[in-house]
């Protein structure tokens, strides 16, 4: 741990001998299957220590010290620590998976909750539906329900939690043939801000089911998702990473495909990297099923490789495959662009932004300066006929484009976040010069999005319905003593 961070633990350490009068009433309602953990110096120093697992997150930055962090065990619980927190007016936050990039969205200098208990994986073959905690990864959905030969529509990358994702959205590989993940949940066990646990679905309040569908944690805290399973058998793909020399034919490759395939069981994520002193590029291929239809793939297959780690695999291999987790523990933002296609112009664009920023930023801590090309079909929002937070509009296909910066000193963070904010614009301007005009007003993916995006560039026109929701059912606006974008 870094001098800092000890001498934080030290000070917290301290404070937890008196216990937060907040933490101690919270320990003392909950039943025995929840727990309350504080700083502990000698778990730091031996390496066991609940409260820092709880707090962590994939990026240093999204982690907060926090006078106690609580572990519930059931929803029963959860609903208790929401009414003392609101009668308290007492910070808090959720965290799920901890792959939030935002900083403060998933933790808290207050009551620091952590879902990892909640790590149901019930799979249900008459309805074919299967129940996820909130605690849980993707890779560990896509483990339990191998066995079965069946998935669901979630993350793409390893690391990345349930609840966030689906609460945002949620962009998968399965996409161009089902839709975001948020088209797939069939219903939501909630703990409403005044402790009551409801089952959420179309029939029983389309309203909230519509709100929590990309809405994040405006209404709630989400204990379960039930979501619809499909048929899953092997697949085909994984990781190529390509050196400076041979970026021309990769963006022609990125182009085409985003331009030309048309099957709805191909994927790709073009990842535009700065690292070591120079542009590459970490190149994901996805296609379900044991082998690829001839021409799909075969600009990126004949393109000289760095490494090569493509196979008929599971599809919880192809997605341990990916190095999401390679920058882990680093500090880490996130932005996002909507567009509507990746023409070759855009991608050039893209690129220059890598090399710019990445040549600049290097000096500063920068470690990791990346752009994740992420085409889909035009389809992919026609999956669900029943309006949604997100996206606002449905007519409009918008392609996420993520902006990613990993760096090493706190003292660079405003630095790092302006200049993403600034590549972003950039690419922006030269996707309305190429005539994309639709984008102008497009909603942000949510999960993608920084900080201090307004909330009205994220829901648009639908935010009047969530704000009517939100009035209802957290009248008292418990949910907003937790970080993140607020309706």
């Avoid at 007519?395 to 590549?423: C, E, G, M």
């Amino acid at each position: 741990m870094a001098l800092h961070s000890f001498l934080f633990v030290l000070s917290l350490a301290a404070l937890a001998w008196s216990f937060p009068e907040v933490c101690e009433t919270i320990a003392d309602a909950m039943s025995d299957s929840s727990d309350v953990y504080y700083p502990d110096l000698l778990g730091t120093i031996i390496g066991i220590n609940h409260y820092e697992q709880d707090i962590h997150h994939w990026a240093s930055s999204s982690s907060q010290w926090s006078l106690c962090s609580v572990q519930p065990g059931s929803a029963e619980d959860v609903g208790i620590i929401l009414g003392i927190l609101g009668s308290n007016r007492t910070a808090f936050a959720v965290k799920g998976g901890g792959h939030a990039s935002n900083p403060g969205f998933s933790s808290t200098t207050g009551v620091h909750i952590s879902m990892s208990r909640f790590s149901e994986v019930t799979y249900d073959a008459a309805s074919q539906t299967v129940v996820v905690g909130a605690g849980l990864i993707w890779d560990d959905v896509y483990s339990a329900l191998e066995p079965h030969n069946v998935n669901v529509v979630g993350g793409r990358v390893t690391g990345v939690g349930v609840a966030g994702f689906t609460l945002g959205g949620g962009y998968s590989w399965l996409t161009n043939q089902r839709g975001l993940t948020i088209d797939t949940v069939v219903a939501f066990e909630l703990v409403k801000p005044d402790g009551k646990i409801v089952d959420v679905t179309q029939n029983s309040n389309p309203d909230l089911f519509f709100a929590l569908k990309g809405g994040l944690n405006n209404f709630g805290i989400v204990t379960k998702f039930t979501l619809r399973t499909f048929p899953q058998g092997m697949v085909w793909g994984g990781l190529i990473t390509y050196t400076f020399g041979q970026l021309d034919e990769v963006n022609a490759a990125a182009a085409r495909f985003s331009s030309e395939v048309t099957d709805p069981k191909a994927g790709i994520i073009t990842t535009y990297n700065f690292l070591l002193g120079q542009p590459g590029v970490s190149q994901i291929l996805f296609y379900d099923g044991p082998t690829p239809p001839d021409g799909i793939f075969d600009d990126f297959l004949a393109i000289q490789h760095f490494t090569k780690d493509i196979d008929t695999r599971t599809f919880l291999s192809l997605v341990l495959a990916s190095p999401a987790n390679a920058t882990q523990g680093t500090r880490g933002i996130f932005q996002t662009v909507p567009l509507l296609a990746y023409t070759p112009t855009l991608i050039d664009a893209i690129l220059n932004e890598t090399t710019f920023w990445g040549s600049k930023l290097s000096w500063a801590s920068g470690s990791f300066i990346s752009y994740d090309v992420e085409p889909f079909l035009p389809t992919l929002f026609s999956y669900n006929t029943k309006a949604t937070a997100y996206p606002p509009s449905r007519s409009v296909p918008l392609l996420p484009l993520n902006l990613y910066y990993a760096w090493t000193l706190d003292v660079a963070d405003d630095l790092f976040h302006d200049s993403i904010k600034k590549s972003a614009e950039q690419i922006y301007k030269v996707a309305l010069s190429e005539g994309q005009k639709d984008i102008v007003g497009a909603a942000l993916y949510p999960n993608y999005a920084i900080f201090d995006t307004p909330v009205e560039s994220i829901y648009g026109s639908n935010l009047d319905r969530m704000r009517k929701v939100k009035a209802a059912v957290d009248p008292d606006n418990v949910m907003g003593l937790a970080g993140g974008f607020k309706v």
